[in-house]
């Protein structure tokens, strides 16, 4: 019979290999992971400037004209711009994603990624096709 070792307030400490604080720019997937995650902030920027663009639609036409002369300067249209690249970034490798975390199975098998994957990005077109139909005026 194995007796177990005396409990003691004093626990060895086990060996652990440190962790740079960089290990994420040492490989290629791992820059793209957590550059992914860090895409989420640009999603959340555009929801906040669309709250605020409400808000200020709520306050009247002096606030809303405030906003627009705001958004019209060259550093928030070069920060939006930035911005507008991540949510892309963040969109694409999202729906790359979606047949990972969601798998799909017809008849027992399961269905290829792509066709889980190619209804959103078509989805995508067409609600941002229609989208610019409107805000373009389309007729």
Do not use: C
């Not at 793209?32 to 959340?44: D, G, H, P």
């Amino acid at each position: 019979m194995k007796q177990s070792p005396a409990y003691t307030l004093y626990h060895p400490k086990w060996y652990r290999k440190r962790v740079s604080t960089w290990w994420w720019a040492e490989q290629w997937r791992s820059f793209k992971f957590i550059l992914r995650e860090l895409s989420s902030l640009a999603v959340i920027y555009f929801v906040a400037l669309l709250l605020w663009l409400l808000w200020s639609l709520g306050r009247g036409s002096d606030s809303y004209a405030e906003f627009l002369a705001w958004m019209r300067e060259p550093l928030m249209i070069a920060f939006n711009a930035v911005a507008f690249l991540f949510a892309l970034y963040h969109s694409i490798t999202w729906f790359n994603l979606a047949p990972k975390a969601m798998p799909l199975r017809l008849g027992g098998k399961r269905l290829p990624e792509w066709m889980i994957a190619a209804p959103n990005y078509a989805a995508w077109i067409v609600i941002s096709a229609v989208i610019a139909w409107f805000i373009l005026g389309g007729e």
